[in-house]
Nanobody, 126 residues
Framework: QVQLVESGGGFVQAGGSLTLSCVASGLPFIFNMYDVSWYREAPGKERELVSFLSDDGRLTNYVNSVKGRFIIARDNVKNTVTLQMNNLRSDDTAVYYC?????????????????WGQGTQVTVSL
């Protein structure tokens, strides 16, 4: 059974920091075959991609609103992806979801697999 388990969410004042973690288990292929991402969903808004990290760790991407404040990283030994969030703002308030999807090597073979965590709430107060 595949599980992506997030942790690290909570309440923080504006300007503060949080680090989210996501531990993957039960994936059909080894963790470093997967691209990993963090998404978020704020009340009344669509889920948006916050940050992306490729399977080989060479490619990262961030939504403009978090550039320079958030850092995505992965530990392929611990099957973990983290999102370090600094200088948090009230508009960062959302449920944050971890996602693992097929990396380039999997895609070249036609392998599939999209997996989501259950989400962790981040609330930033003014």
């Amino acid at each position: 059974q595949v599980q992506l388990v997030e942790s690290g969410g909570g309440f923080v004042q504006a300007g503060g920091s949080l680090t989210l973690s996501c531990v993957a288990s039960g994936l059909p292929f080894i963790f470093n075959m997967y691209d990993v991402s963090w998404y978020r969903e704020a009340p009344g808004k669509e889920r948006e991609l916050v940050s992306f990290l490729s399977d080989d760790g060479r490619l990262t991407n961030y939504v403009n609103s978090v550039k320079g404040r958030f850092i995505i990283a992965r530990d392929n030994v611990k099957n973990t992806v983290t999102l370090q969030m600094n200088n948090l703002r009230s508009d960062d308030t959302a449920v944050y979801y971890c996602y693992a999807g097929p990396g380039a090597r999997m895609q070249s073979r036609g392998d599939r697999g999209d997996y989501w965590g259950q989400g962790t709430q981040v609330t930033v107060s003014l």
